[in-house]
C-alpha cells in the first residue's frame, strides 16, 4: 500500500490490486479518536492502517463504511470492539448484497470472510465535536452515502460519489441526478481544500463545479 500525508492529521492509503481501479482508504489521526474512513477488502488493507494508527497512540479506533459496497465493508469482519458507522439503509443493502458481492469478486478474496454489519447508524448527520469530524448523508453513487468531513483541516471524504477516473468523473448513481445534485451542494458549501474518493486521484473543490456541468448536460 502506499501511504500519503495529506495534512497534520490526515492520511490515505492507497491499495493497488488491479489494472482497472486502485482503493483509497483514509485514516485521521484527531484529538479523541482516530477514525478509519472504509477498511477495505480485508487484513491486507485494514492491518496497515491500524499499525499506523497504534505506532502513534491508543486512542479508540471508528471505522466509518461510506456505502454498503463490497471494496469498502469486506473487513467490517475482522474487526472487534471497535464502531462501525454508516447511514441506516446500509445495514440492509449489505444484506441484500452480500452473497452476489461474493460470487462476483471472488478473486479478492484473501481472509474468511462473515458478514458483520455497522454498529452504529445514523440518517442526517453526525458529529464528533471533540474532533470536529462531521459524518453527512449524501445518497448519489447509493442512496446509503454518506460523507466524512474534517473541518480542522477541511477535508472531505465523498467515498464513491465521484467517478473513477478524471475522463469519467461522474460516478455511477444509484439515486435520481436531482438528489445527486443536492449532495453536490452540500459539498461545494463546505468549500474544502482536498477532497478525497474512493478510486479517484486527490482533488480540489472545483471538482463539483465540472461534475454539476456535466450532469447538466444529460
Not at 75 to 92: E, F, W
Not at 163 to 191: F, M
Request: with cysteine.
Amino acid at each position: 500500500m502506499k501511504i500519503k500525508q495529506i495534512g497534520n492529521r490526515n492520511f490515505i492509503f492507497t491499495y493497488f490490486d488491479s489494472p482497472d481501479w486502485d482503493l483509497n482508504l483514509h485514516v485521521i489521526i484527531a484529538e479523541k479518536n482516530n477514525y478509519i474512513v472504509d477498511p477495505g477488502i480485508g487484513s491486507h488493507t485494514l492491518n496497515p492502517m491500524i499499525n499506523f494508527i497504534r505506532v502513534r497512540n491508543n486512542n479508540p479506533i471508528i471505522v466509518i463504511n461510506t456505502h454498503y459496497h463490497w471494496d469498502h465493508i469486506w473487513a467490517n469482519c475482522l474487526l472487534v470492539d471497535v464502531p462501525i458507522i454508516a447511514h441506516a439503509s446500509c445495514l440492509s443493502a449489505i444484506e441484500k448484497d452480500w452473497e452476489t458481492s461474493i460470487e462476483h469478486n471472488k478473486t479478492y478474496i484473501k481472509d474468511d470472510l462473515v458478514m458483520k454489519l455497522p454498529t452504529m447508524t445514523f440518517e442526517r448527520q453526525l458529529i464528533f465535536t471533540e474532533d470536529q469530524i462531521i459524518l453527512f448523508h449524501t445518497p448519489g453513487h447509493t442512496p446509503d452515502s454518506i460523507s466524512v468531513f474534517d473541518a480542522i483541516e477541511s477535508v472531505l471524504n465523498v467515498g464513491d460519489n465521484i467517478g473513477d477516473t478524471l475522463d469519467v468523473i461522474v460516478p455511477d448513481l444509484q439515486c435520481d441526478i436531482d438528489i445527486y445534485s443536492q449532495s453536490l451542494t452540500k459539498y461545494k458549501a463546505l468549500e474544502p481544500k482536498i477532497v478525497i474518493s474512493g478510486h479517484n486521484q486527490l482533488l480540489k473543490k472545483d471538482v463539483f463545479d465540472q461534475i454539476s456541468k456535466e450532469i447538466s448536460l444529460r
